[in-house]
């Protein structure tokens, strides 16, 4: 069992930044590989960027390229997602979960552990 929670969200103006947080307990966490998803009202969860076990790779939707940095600190179990230039299209509840496959997946139905959630808003 992996324990996760988010931090680290809140209200900016667009073109601010943010960085979430996760941190997990429970099992030993260099052993999943994590992403972050995020969720609009009316629309379904989507994926916004996953990091391997290592760190060593990294996946951004094309939607956030370039503006999201995902990255994790093993020895304090947490991964963290940077994120610049928001926008208001941003603005969501943003998850992360934990998945213990080689592979990296940016769909939602292979990640068995999640967070709470934490609320995203960008204003124009």
């Known amino acids: 069992q992996v324990q996760l929670v988010e931090s680290g969200g809140g209200s900016v103006q667009a073109g601010g930044s943010l960085r979430l947080s996760c941190a997990a307990s429970?099992?030993?966490?260099?052993?999943?590989?994590v992403g972050w998803f995020r969720q609009a009202p009316g629309k379904e969860r989507e994926f916004v960027a996953a990091?391997?076990?290592?760190?060593?790779?990294?996946y951004y939707a094309d939607s956030v390229k370039g503006r999201f940095t995902i990255s994790r600190d093993n020895a304090k179990i947490t991964v963290y997602l940077q994120m610049n230039s928001l926008k208001p299209e941003d603005t969501a509840v943003y998850y992360c979960?934990?998945?213990?496959?080689?592979?990296?997946?940016?769909?939602?139905?292979?990640?068995?552990?999640w967070g709470q959630g934490t609320q995203v808003t960008v204003s124009s």
């Open positions: 979960a934990a998945e213990s496959s080689l592979l990296v997946s940016q769909d939602p139905l292979r990640y068995g552990y």
């Open positions: 429970g099992r030993t966490f260099s052993n999943y590989a």
């Open positions: 990091i391997s076990r290592t760190g060593r790779s990294t």
